[in-house]
């Protein structure tokens, strides 16, 4: 009996290092996203800055991701802002959060269910060229969603997908779920 306490203390231990430790990767993730996309921002794709855009898919996306992107370039699709383009201002609006499990209205019942959440991802917010408004002036502003997948990549956190938060988010991809 004067063992149970002593099991208690060393579960909850081990349980409270398990959530510092999560919390650390999600940080660490989510400085590694605004990273990049600060890099990003001062790039002049249509310039010919494709070796620092090499460069930079090659430092922050696992090589099947990058090479995806890259393709995309080649297209004519900015796959990293869902060819909606980032600048300083879009970044000063930037909120990333990890995607969790949420409420959703599910269109094809008409009944709320949960998503479930998935596991190393995240959710970029922005808004475009985001404005001032004027007193009495009424402005619309384009919002950016991109969920982002991160793994560990040969020691080193990596994005390994970047899709469209709207209609391909990972929170609707099975494969990717926890």
Do not use: C
């Not at 921002?41 to 990058?66: A, C, F, I, V």
């Not at 900015?78 to 209205?105: H, V």
């Not at 009944?111 to 479930?116: D, T």
């Amino acid at each position: 009996m004067k063992i149970v306490p002593y099991l208690l203390t060393a579960l909850l231990v081990i349980t409270i290092s398990q959530v510092h430790a999560q919390v650390n990767s999600d940080m660490q993730a989510m400085h590694m996203i605004k990273d990049l996309y600060t890099a990003y921002s001062s790039l002049n794709l249509k310039s010919g800055d494709r070796s620092k855009l090499d460069s930079l898919m090659d430092k922050y996306l696992t090589p099947e991701e990058g090479k995806k992107v890259k393709e995309g370039y080649k297209k004519g699709h900015d796959i990293m802002t869902i060819d909606n383009g980032i600048n300083n201002r879009s970044l000063e609006t930037m909120f990333i959060q990890t995607i969790s499990d949420q409420k959703a209205l599910n269109i094809e019942t008409g009944k709320y269910e949960i998503n479930k959440g998935v596991k190393d991802a995240y959710e970029v917010n922005y808004v475009v060229n985001p404005v001032i408004p004027k007193l009495d002036e009424v402005t619309t502003e384009s919002g950016v969603l991109i969920d982002i997948l991160v793994v560990k990549y040969n020691g080193d956190i990596k994005i390994s997908y970047v899709t469209n938060g709207l209609t391909n988010g990972l929170r609707y991809h099975s494969s990717h779920k926890k």
